[in-house]
């Protein structure tokens, strides 16, 4: 089914910065698991621990099949357009992306290297993706379009997290250098893993609270139009 009156792209100026941020990050952070080969893996595997690589693989490439169809969900335009096409990638998204994706979150989190506060961020990270996922299809299904909606928003916030968390990582690494002999003792490990927990901790939280200010943003006036009922105005599908 075809619609006209989809907002403009320039009426929704982050769609295309996410977007590209969305490119930039599969086009980096991909490739070395594309060769199935363990020793290109930018995570090292634990010694004798066979399933995590496969299951780090699984992860990154549903992961990849998430963050392609979340940035179709959101284009307003592809979703007042293609309606059929916005229910086949919501269901590619959920079931071949965001759900299988969090829960081989939850066991390469768990057997990460990078020390216990990294192991719960990525478990809290991984369990919050899952629930809110899950949240969003039960939404659907009970045709609360509304909640549906804030939900899967929430959802997507989640799936681009992990490029700000890589951002983040990056700059607590360059802030945090000129402290390596005082608060690190000289242990460059040590240094690396506080830099990969602040990611961890911040991309998802930071995600979510920016996702809430745009809904709350975009809110629909509390007063309802005349005729029509409150409780009416919580079915009624609406724009991210
Ligand atoms: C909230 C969503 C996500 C969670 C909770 C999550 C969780 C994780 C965890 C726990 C790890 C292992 C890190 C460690 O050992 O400390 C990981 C690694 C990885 N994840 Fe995700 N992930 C998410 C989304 C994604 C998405 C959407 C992609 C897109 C491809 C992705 C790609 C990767 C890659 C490539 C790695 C390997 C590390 C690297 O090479 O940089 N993840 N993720």
Redesign the pocket.
């Known amino acids: 089914m075809t619609s006209s009156n989809a907002p403009r792209w320039w009426r929704r100026p982050w769609i295309v910065p996410l977007m590209l941020v969305a490119v930039a990050?599969?086009a980096f952070?991909?490739p070395?698991?594309l060769t199935l080969d363990p020793a290109e893996?930018?995570?090292e595997p634990p010694p004798g621990n066979d399933l995590y690589y496969p299951l780090?693989v699984g992860?990154?490439l549903f992961?990849?099949v998430?963050?392609v169809t979340a940035c179709f969900q959101i284009w307003p335009a592809f979703r007042a357009r293609y309606r059929r096409g916005h229910r086949i990638t919501g269901r590619i998204y959920v079931f071949a992306g965001a759900l299988p994706?969090?829960l081989l979150?939850l066991y390469?989190?768990w057997?990460?290297?990078?020390g216990p506060s990294?192991r719960v961020a990525?478990l809290v990270?991984?369990v919050?993706?899952i629930t809110i996922t899950i949240i969003g299809i039960r939404m659907a299904r009970q045709r609360r379009y509304a909640d549906h909606r804030r939900w899967m928003s929430r959802s997507f916030a989640?799936?681009m997290?992990?490029a700000l968390s890589?951002v983040i990582n990056v700059v607590a690494t360059i802030v945090l250098t000129p402290q390596l002999d005082t608060t690190f003792g000289g242990n460059e490990v040590l240094l690396r893993y506080s830099a990969?927990s602040i990611g961890?901790w911040l991309g998802?939280l930071l995600m979510l609270v920016i996702a809430d200010l745009v809904l709350e943003r975009r809110k629909t006036p509390k007063k309802p139009p005349s005729g029509v009922d409150a409780s009416d105005r919580r079915r009624t599908p609406s724009r991210v």
């Open positions: 990050f599969l952070s991909v070395p698991y893996s930018r995570l780090l992860h990154v992961g990849t998430a963050m994706a969090g979150g390469i989190g057997n990460t290297p990078a990294v990525n990270g991984s919050l993706w989640l799936t997290s992990i890589r990969v961890a998802p």
